[in-house]
């Protein structure tokens, strides 16, 4: 028999909550993170443990037929990717940031800066769409340091509970995007994992509502 395959976060923010739902919904899954796929042992699941920036490109592909994923992820490398449900867990936003001593107004105060950033397209499309011109360093993570260290004047990267950002003297100025977690497919998925994918978003729902 067919099983769905679907992609979770393998760790970071997403992962709990992730395996949370999964569990909620009451799939039991045989084996934690350090495989890097397990089975479920009651529905027709495999999971895949895979990095967060990597998901969109499985989902297209068709190596995975759905995941759990950041809606920040998918803007940034899937906007070609249906989100099915919004999750309702691992809310964030993906702001601009700068210094505490950078007296900021408006956007167009970001003409002409250096912005560090792990999200360079998301970056790109609202620095395009307020007619604002600045140069990107892109780098993956710690982000939030690229201002104390010379590197940036501002930074664009999530914001969660906003202690990274006071712990590195930064200030909110700008939310690009607000952000949670969502169930998406891909577009390659075949007509018999459809219809189980159609059976756990229905289970989904179920427990969505009674979060409420
Ligand atoms: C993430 C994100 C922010 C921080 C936001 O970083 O990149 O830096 O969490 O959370 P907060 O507002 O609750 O402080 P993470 O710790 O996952 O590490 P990374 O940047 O090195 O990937
Ligand atoms: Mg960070």
Do not use: W
């Amino acid at each position: 028999m067919s099983k769905l395959k679907i992609a979770v976060q393998k760790s970071g923010r997403l992962h709990e909550d992730s395996m949370k739902i999964l569990k909620d919904v009451g799939i039991s899954i045989d084996n934690g993170k350090d495989q890097l796929k397990a089975s479920a042992r009651n529905f027709p699941l495999e999971v895949f443990y895979l990095r967060n920036g990597d998901i969109p490109q499985y989902l297209r592909d068709g190596v995975v037929d759905a995941a759990i994923i950041g809606e920040n992820v998918l803007i940034e490398k899937g906007q070609d990717i249906a989100i099915i449900e919004k999750l309702g867990f691992s809310t964030c936003k993906v702001s601009v940031a700068v210094p505490k001593s950078f007296k900021y107004k408006c956007i167009s105060d970001l003409q002409g800066k250096r912005i560090a950033t792990s999200y360079p397209n998301t970056v790109n499309q609202f620095l395009k769409s307020n007619e604002v011109e600045a140069n990107l360093h892109i780098i993956n993570g710690s982000v939030e340091i690229a201002p104390n260290i010379g590197l940036a004047d501002a930074i664009v990267d999530i914001v969660s509970s906003g202690s990274t950002l006071f712990k590195n003297n930064l200030k909110e100025v700008e939310v690009i995007l607000k952000s949670e977690a969502v169930l998406a497919a891909s577009p390659l998925i075949s007509e018999e994992n459809q219809a189980i994918l159609d059976r756990l978003q229905f289970r989904f729902q179920s427990v969505l509502k009674g979060r409420q």
